[in-house]
Protein backbone atom coordinates (compact mmCIF):
# COMPACT_ATOMS: atom_id res chain seq x y z
CA UNK A 1 0.00 0.00 0.00
CA UNK A 2 2.84 2.40 1.33
CA UNK A 3 4.38 1.53 -1.97
CA UNK A 4 1.33 2.56 -4.82
CA UNK A 5 1.01 5.83 -2.56
CA UNK A 6 4.59 6.60 -2.92
CA UNK A 7 4.53 5.80 -6.68
CA UNK A 8 1.20 7.73 -7.15
CA UNK A 9 2.48 11.01 -5.19
CA UNK A 10 5.91 10.67 -7.48
CA UNK A 11 3.95 10.56 -10.72
CA UNK A 12 1.12 13.32 -9.67
CA UNK A 13 4.81 15.47 -8.75
CA UNK A 14 6.58 14.78 -12.13
CA UNK A 15 3.06 15.36 -14.02
CA UNK A 16 2.53 18.99 -12.24
CA UNK A 17 6.37 19.40 -13.11
CA UNK A 18 6.47 19.28 -16.76
CA UNK A 19 2.45 20.87 -16.92
CA UNK A 20 3.44 24.09 -15.35
CA UNK A 21 7.49 24.34 -17.12
CA UNK A 22 5.41 23.89 -20.45
CA UNK A 23 3.54 26.61 -19.68
CA UNK A 24 6.17 29.18 -18.16
CA UNK A 25 8.63 28.08 -21.54
CA UNK A 26 5.97 29.42 -24.03
CA UNK A 27 3.13 26.26 -24.57
CA UNK A 28 -0.05 27.41 -25.04
CA UNK A 29 -1.61 24.68 -23.32
CA UNK A 30 -4.10 24.13 -25.54
CA UNK A 31 -3.70 27.66 -27.60
CA UNK A 32 -2.44 27.97 -31.22
CA UNK A 33 1.43 27.84 -30.49
CA UNK A 34 1.32 29.47 -34.68
CA UNK A 35 -0.70 32.86 -33.81
CA UNK A 36 2.02 35.49 -33.92
CA UNK A 37 -0.83 38.02 -34.52
CA UNK A 38 -1.50 38.28 -31.42
CA UNK A 39 2.66 39.68 -31.12
CA UNK A 40 2.08 41.66 -34.31
CA UNK A 41 2.55 44.99 -32.94
CA UNK A 42 5.54 44.09 -30.88
CA UNK A 43 7.00 42.39 -33.69
CA UNK A 44 6.63 45.35 -36.02
CA UNK A 45 7.99 47.44 -33.84
CA UNK A 46 11.31 45.77 -33.84
CA UNK A 47 11.23 45.71 -37.65
CA UNK A 48 15.36 45.96 -38.72
CA UNK A 49 14.40 48.09 -41.96
CA UNK A 50 14.66 44.98 -44.74
CA UNK A 51 12.53 42.79 -45.94
CA UNK A 52 12.68 39.02 -45.43
CA UNK A 53 13.19 36.63 -41.72
CA UNK A 54 13.67 38.61 -39.12
CA UNK A 55 14.35 37.42 -35.25
CA UNK A 56 13.05 39.58 -32.57
CA UNK A 57 13.13 38.56 -28.73
CA UNK A 58 9.25 38.44 -27.53
CA UNK A 59 8.11 37.90 -23.84
CA UNK A 60 11.32 35.73 -23.25
CA UNK A 61 11.41 33.82 -26.47
CA UNK A 62 12.87 34.78 -29.55
CA UNK A 63 10.52 34.82 -32.78
CA UNK A 64 11.63 34.05 -36.40
CA UNK A 65 8.57 35.86 -38.21
CA UNK A 66 9.17 37.25 -42.13
CA UNK A 67 8.47 41.18 -43.16
CA UNK A 68 7.87 42.34 -46.09
CA UNK A 69 9.80 46.17 -47.56
CA UNK A 70 7.08 48.19 -45.27
CA UNK A 71 7.82 46.30 -41.89
CA UNK A 72 4.41 44.30 -41.93
CA UNK A 73 4.10 40.90 -40.56
CA UNK A 74 3.74 38.05 -43.37
CA UNK A 75 3.14 40.85 -45.54
CA UNK A 76 3.40 40.79 -49.43
CA UNK A 77 4.56 44.54 -50.25
CA UNK A 78 7.56 44.55 -52.49
CA UNK A 79 7.34 48.49 -52.98
CA UNK A 80 8.04 51.17 -50.75
CA UNK A 81 6.72 53.30 -52.16
CA UNK A 82 3.42 51.47 -51.95
CA UNK A 83 3.65 51.17 -47.55
CA UNK A 84 1.10 53.04 -46.08
CA UNK A 85 2.27 53.06 -42.74
CA UNK A 86 5.46 54.90 -41.02
CA UNK A 87 7.31 52.83 -38.94
CA UNK A 88 10.88 53.65 -37.02
CA UNK A 89 13.54 51.02 -38.12
CA UNK A 90 15.34 49.57 -35.21
CA UNK A 91 18.73 49.22 -35.51
CA UNK A 92 20.51 45.88 -33.92
CA UNK A 93 23.61 45.96 -31.57
CA UNK A 94 25.28 43.17 -32.44
CA UNK A 95 25.14 42.93 -36.34
Known sequence: MKNQLKKSIQLLTLCCLFSSTTALAGGT???NPGDLS????VLEANWNGKSGIQHTASYGVIVQWKA????????HITDT??????INVVTPINQ
Open 68 to 75: DVCGTLNG
Open 81 to 86: TKCTKT
Open 38 to 41: KMKS
Open 29 to 31: MGG
